[in-house]
């Protein structure tokens, strides 16, 4: 009896499964109809997730929902690729101009650099050219007073003059005197800044003294002089002979002309003593200053001998000693003896 309500028992609930089972396909397959209905591209990979753990799901619909997440993915990744690679470019872009715009600021920096160290580069040349400019500007006179230094140092006789300032004009009188003794002990007698521009007051200081070197130097600065052994007389006593007398040029600035002497080739007119006159060289005269020792006149060569290549009464001649024929003006007379 047992047995058989056991097995009664077991038919029913094999019954029942099979009729679950086939209300289970029956549902399955109603819910395959139903869900062909949704639309696959809305769900999201997250849903996906979610619905694949349940076997119901038809496979195609699952293989169809993967593809599509697969494609979302593809797209999303090509989407951020994209991004990615627009903001690269961006990056890039902004990176290379602010490479250019610093470029730009390093060149104009560049540029005004170069502006400020050609300027400073400017101003210092200036300032050494104008520094330059003033050593040689001091240069002369910084020879002028070494010249002085020597030739008060070696030259004593000549410390006080206002004309020979140069020592080779020094060293030229002495090798033309050829008289050291003389040269040695010779000392200005005479200024005519000093003790005035008047014949007389001349002939008081040099008449009678003998040998006599007597040096002119004009406005237009010329240098030049005469020299005499035999020295100016007292009173009006004319022409005076004198074989070793002898006139010079000194500075002379038309052409290359340098210091030169000129030796005498009329004896008898060395030298001419007036008390209207003050020095006078030769006839005619080659050089002579009147009372007030100026204006000058010059004609040189009838009692001295001419340079090389020049002629006795011809501009050259007349005015090589000091500039012009005459009224040149005097700047300073000075006459040494012992």
Do not use: C
């Amino acid at each position: 009896m047992k047995n058989l309500e056991k097995k009664k028992s077991k038919i029913k609930r094999k019954k029942r499964k099979e009729k679950e089972k086939e209300r289970g396909i029956e549902k399955k397959r109603l819910f395959h109809s139903f869900f062909s209905l949704f639309d696959k591209n809305s769900i999201s990979k997250q849903d996906f997730d979610k619905l694949k753990q349940f076997d119901f799901f038809p496979k195609s619909f699952l293989v169809d929902i993967q593809n599509k997440v697969i494609q979302d993915n593809q797209k999303e990744n090509q989407q951020m690729k994209i991004e990615i690679e627009n903001k690269e470019k961006e990056i890039e872009e902004k990176w290379k101009k602010e490479v250019e715009n610093k470029e730009k600021e390093n060149q104009q920096m560049k540029i005004e650099i170069e502006n400020k160290e050609k300027e400073i580069e400017e101003k210092w040349k200036k300032e050494v050219e104008n520094k330059e400019k003033e050593i040689e500007k001091m240069k002369p006179v910084f020879d002028q007073y070494q010249m002085e230094i020597e030739l008060r140092k070696n030259f004593p006789q000549f410390s006080e003059t206002e004309i020979v300032k140069d020592i080779e004009y020094v060293k030229k009188l002495q090798e033309w005197i050829n008289d050291n003794d003389f040269f040695s002990k010779m000392k200005k007698g005479f200024s005519a800044k000093r003790d005035g521009f008047n014949s007389q007051n001349w002939h008081k200081a040099v008449d009678g003294k003998g040998k006599t070197l007597v040096i002119i130097k004009t406005k237009q600065n010329f240098i030049f002089g005469g020299f005499t052994q035999v020295g100016f007389k007292s009173g009006n006593t004319g022409y005076i002979n004198d074989s070793n007398a002898f006139i010079f040029s000194l500075r002379n600035d038309k052409g290359d002309r340098i210091p030169a002497k000129f030796t005498i080739k009329e004896p008898q007119y060395a030298i001419y003593s007036s008390l209207s006159y003050g020095p006078w060289f030769g006839y005619g005269s080659d050089f002579e200053l009147n009372s007030n020792l100026q204006p000058g006149y010059s004609n040189f060569g009838y009692s001295y001998n001419l340079p090389n290549g020049i002629t006795y009464q011809s501009n050259e001649a007349q005015s090589y000693l000091a500039g012009s024929y005459k009224s040149w003006v005097v700047d300073e007379v000075e006459s040494y003896f012992i």
